[in-house]
């Protein structure tokens, strides 16, 4: 369940794993490398609802040039 903050909504890495198909150590490791922009506030990361709809975004896009390559062979 998003956890409110300010104006925001953010997720935490458990609520990101029942929206996302990857595992919880997927997500930690993309949010550490940057892959999936989010926050470690004190133990715990959060991942705001831009961020999630961009890194979403992103992936679709890249999926779509994917197919358009491989339609090309």
Do not use: C, H, N, W
Request: glycine share 6%.
């Amino acid at each position: 369940m998003p956890v409110r903050m300010l104006t925001e909504k953010f997720y935490m890495v458990e609520d990101l794993v029942d929206i996302l198909p990857l595992s919880k150590q997927t997500i930690q490791v993309y949010i550490r490398t940057g892959i999936l922009p989010g926050r470690r506030i004190g133990k715990f990361y959060y991942v705001s609802q831009a961020s999630l709809k961009e890194f979403l975004k992103g992936r679709d896009e890249r999926k779509i040039e994917e197919d358009k390559r491989k339609k090309r062979i």
